[in-house]
C-alpha cells in the first residue's frame, strides 16, 4: 500500500508557473512508478505525465510537452510537477498516481490516488 498527499495547486495568470508536490508514505517508494493526470470540470480524467521507478525515463501528453516537467526525489519519497507557460485549458484538478508497472500509468490502470489539487489558471 502506498498513500499519496499532493500540494502545491493554486490560481494563476496566464503564462505563470506552478510545482505541484506529491508526497508518498507506506510501502518503498522507490517500488512505484508514479504519474500525474488532471480531470477538468465536466471532463474525464486525463494522462499528463509519467516518470520511472528510477527516474531515468518519462513520458508527457502532447498538450503539455515542452510545458511540464515532472521529475522525482526517492529519498524524500516525493514526486514533482513542474508546470510553466500555463494556460487556462490546464485548468483542472490535478491527481498524483502510484503504480507497480509503469505502463498502466498511461492509461491510469492503478488503484493508488491521491486526492487532488485544484489548479486554476486565469486568462
Known amino acids: 500500500q502506498v498513500q499519496l498527499v499532493e500540494s502545491g495547486g493554486g490560481l494563476v495568470q496566464a503564462g505563470g508557473s506552478l510545482r505541484l508536490s506529491c508526497a508518498a508514505s507506506?510501502?518503498?517508494?522507490?517500488?512505484?512508478?508514479m504519474g500525474w493526470f488532471r480531470q477538468a470540470p465536466g471532463k474525464e480524467r486525463d494522462f499528463v505525465a509519467r516518470?520511472?521507478?528510477?527516474?531515468?525515463?518519462?513520458d508527457y501528453a502532447d498538450s503539455v510537452k515542452g510545458r511540464f516537467t515532472i521529475s522525482r526525489d526517492n529519498a524524500k519519497n516525493t514526486v514533482f510537477l513542474q508546470m510553466n507557460s500555463l494556460k487556462p485549458e490546464d485548468t483542472a484538478v490535478y491527481y498524483c498516481?502510484?503504480?507497480?508497472?509503469?505502463?498502466?500509468?498511461?492509461?491510469?490502470?492503478?488503484?493508488?490516488w491521491g486526492q487532488g489539487t485544484q489548479v486554476t489558471v486565469s486568462s
Open positions: 507506506g510501502r518503498t517508494f522507490s517500488s512505484y512508478a
Open positions: 498516481a502510484a503504480a507497480v508497472f509503469y505502463q498502466r500509468l498511461s492509461t491510469g490502470t492503478t488503484g493508488y
Open positions: 516518470i520511472t521507478r528510477s527516474g531515468d525515463n518519462t
